[in-house]
């Protein structure tokens, strides 16, 4: 018999795997259950919208200079492959010279070098030479043609070879650049097209670039109406990147030959001068001239950029240093044969309340080494210089210090275990040189 008090009403007992239990004797009282849920896809809100998205995108490459010495023409001239009408399929064998780094240049959508040559080979007249450590660089016009074919887009003139050729061997170049696809930069007809920003694209990025110069071996500038090639003026500079911002530049980048000859540190005046050109609205300073690597700077503007300063990009190809052995001399000896390939992308983002910046990302900087047999070939042997990723010659390197031991060969070990030992010294001091963080 169920007491009075429990009528109507339950008490329970709580356990701790079965949850509540009526006790005994107490009437169960009417329970409904929890009603089904549906077992298919929930319908559910879109994820919110970025706070920062990126819009837009472009890769870009830099290398310092490319000098067409007398046994980088013979380089190319020995390698050229000709069809049965006697034609050219190889420009003139620079196809050859620059093969080991076709694929670097032209995996990028834009590419950028210092052609420190005028090319002026139906009306140049050399300039007599000032000394016996400054060449006189005259070109074929298939070097041009190769250089489109590798990758690059645009090409410096403003340099201390500008005039090698004499005003006329400028124009004969400028003539030959104008019929093109790329773009010169440094110097024109007169001072005010030497000045002009050229604007030109990295995939869907306006980039805007200006050229300059510091030294001349022959200072051939006349009035402001005639030939010209742009002297580095920093008012001017900054001048032109203004104009170069309001044409549809959403990057500046100024190329500046200056700097002294084989200095690993570029002099408290370069550093001042690059840092204005930053402070003053140019996203990216790219130096040439010494011949050899310096650092590269990573400079804090002041209206909150962030700009990079490459001092000095070295040789891209060029025949100096052909003299050194890396089994004998010091590593610096060699310092002419290295050379960088600045890579970067450009990002355009939009963060929202109509703010959209452009700035530079996964910035690289790619060791280059110039190899060259000209001063220990046979006679009978053909000259072979190139530049080449640094990296890929300590792979091949590697490769065959492994083959080496695997044959048990005491000589190749050796002559392997060498190479893999002092290119792994280069790629150190290059990492020195540059800067932390910047050479993989």
């Known amino acids: 018999m169920i007491s009075p008090f429990l009528r109507g009403s339950c008490r329970f007992l709580r356990t701790a795997w079965l949850g509540l239990l009526p006790l005994t004797g ?35 490459l830099a290398v310092g200079d490319i ?25 003139g064998g620079f196809d050859a010279l620059f093969a080991p ?3 670097l240049i032209g995996s990028v959508d834009l590419a950028f070098g210092n052609l420190e040559t005028p090319v002026a080979p139906n009306r140049g007249v050399p300039m007599p030479r000032i000394s016996d450590n400054a060449p006189v660089f005259n070109a074929p016009v298939v070097l041009l043609e190769s250089l489109h074919d590798l990758g690059f887009d645009v090409l410096s003139f403003a340099n201390n070879h500008s005039y090698d050729q004499q005003r006329v061997g400028l124009e004969e170049s400028l003539e ?12 024109g007809l007169d001072c005010d097209a030497a000045w002009a920003p050229r604007i030109v694209h990295a995939g869907p990025i306006a980039v805007g670039f200006i050229g300059a110069t510091e030294l001349y071996n022959y200072h051939l500038n006349g009035g402001e109406q005639e030939t010209c090639v742009a002297t580095l003026d920093i008012p001017r500079a900054l001048a032109e990147a203004k104009a170069a911002r309001e044409a549809g530049a959403e990057v500046v980048v100024v190329s500046v030959h200056w700097g002294t000859e084989y200095a690993p540190e570029p002099e408290e005046r370069i550093v001042r001068r690059a840092r204005r050109l930053i402070d003053g609205g140019v996203d990216i300073v790219l130096g040439h001239h010494p ?22 990009l070295g040789n891209f190809v060029s ?5 050194f052995r890396r089994d004998i001399h010091r590593r610096v000896a060699g310092d002419p044969r290295d050379g960088l390939a600045l890579r970067f992308d450009l990002v355009r983002r939009d963060f929202g309340g109509g703010v959209v910046r452009t700035t530079v990302a996964d910035l690289e900087a790619v060791p280059l080494w110039t190899t060259n047999n000209s001063r220990r070939r046979k006679r009978d042997q053909p000259v072979v210089i ?9 792979d091949e390197a590697q490769a065959r210090l492994a083959a080496a031991r695997a044959a048990d060969d005491a000589k190749a070990i050796a002559e392997a275990g060498a190479a893999v030992a002092w290119l ?17």
């Not at 994820?47 to 890769?59: D, I, L, T």
């Not at 000098?67 to 190889?90: I, K």
């Not at 080449?388 to 010659?393: F, G």
């Open 26 to 60: 107490c009437q169960r009282l009417p329970f409904a259950p929890p009603p089904l849920v549906a077992t298919g896809a929930v319908e559910t809100q879109p994820p919110p919208a970025p706070a920062v998205r990126e819009v837009a995108r472009g890769s870009v």
């Open 67 to 91: 000098m067409m010495h007398g046994m980088v023409l013979r380089s190319a001239a020995q390698h050229d492959a000709v069809d049965a009408e006697g034609e050219s399929t190889n420009h």
């Open 101 to 103: 780094v076709s694929e």
């Open 176 to 187: 030959h650049m104008a019929a093109s696809p790329m773009v010169d930069i440094g110097a």
């Open 291 to 312: 011949h050899v690597i310096q650092p590269v700077e990573l400079y804090d503007a002041l209206d909150g950029r962030v700009g990079v300063i490459a001092y000095s």
């Open 319 to 323: 025949n100096q240093s052909a003299w």
């Open 386 to 394: 190139r530049p080449h990723l640094t990296q890929a010659l300590l």
């Open 424 to 440: 792994e010294d280069r790629l150190q001091g290059v990492r020195e040189r540059v800067g932390p963080g910047l050479v993989r």
